[in-house]
Antibody
């Protein structure tokens, strides 16, 4: 069965960077892209961007351009999302999800807390 | 930037029909997707490509599209359907994805 397992919770100071991983199993990794979605406490879902696991092409949300980088390691079937210059309003649960006919498979989420 | 508009809340009694709308200028050109999210859980896809239902999703969930509005319909609402529902689609160019603000469904 398809599984996406994310790395554990992180606490970061403002201005720092965070890198969240998403290890995929149960399917051919390079056949699907990975989207990243975040959710601030008590707020709605925000699409951050996506990466093709086939060729590494990316498409980022305009508001995050310049601060976010999405990568994949096909040898370990793992996707990564790095967010730099963290601010307090980046505090959120970050999800990875497999891109197909919609986002049918999601990771469990990673809480990133930005606090001084 | 492109936006999808949903009502903040919808309330229905058990057994009734709930309709949640999502409006956006590009919806005539781009497919819509619907997600259900319960507290503390990851979202679950309940409708894809406007009206298709993934395997395992109950038949009471259906989707439709008309012009710039798509609608998620839940027939015979059950207590377990109480959740937040989000629509998702793309802008007119198809390059940027966006979620609606979410609708809290309350089962009275």
């Amino acid at each position: 069965q398809v599984q996406l397992v994310q790395s554990g919770a992180e606490v970061k100071k403002p201005g720092a960077s965070v890198k969240v991983s998403c290890k995929a199993s149960g399917y051919t990794f390079t056949s699907y892209g990975i989207s990243w979605v975040r959710q601030a406490p008590g707020q709605g879902l925000e699409w951050m961007g996506w990466i093709s696991a086939y060729n590494g092409n990316t498409n980022y949300a305009q508001k995050l351009q310049g601060r976010v980088t999405m990568t994949t390691d096909t040898s370990t079937s793992t996707a990564y999302m790095e967010l730099r210059s963290l601010r307090s309003d980046d505090t959120a649960v970050y999800y990875c999800a497999r891109v197909g006919e919609g986002l049918a498979h999601w990771g469990q989420g990673t809480l990133v807390t930005v606090s001084s | 930037s492109y936006e999808l508009t949903q009502p903040p809340s919808v309330s229905v009694s058990p057994g009734q029909t709930a309709r949640i709308t999502c409006s956006g200028d590009a919806l005539p050109k781009q497919y819509a997707y619907w997600y259900q999210q319960k507290p503390g859980q990851a979202p679950v896809l309940v409708i894809y490509k406007d009206s298709e239902r993934p395997s395992g999703i109950p038949e009471r969930f259906s989707g439709s599209s008309s012009g710039t509005t798509v609608t998620l319909t839940i027939s015979g609402v059950q207590a377990e359907d109480e959740a937040d529902y989000y629509c998702q689609s793309a802008d007119s160019s198809g390059t940027s994805r966006v979620f609606g603000g979410g609708t809290k469904l309350t089962v009275l």
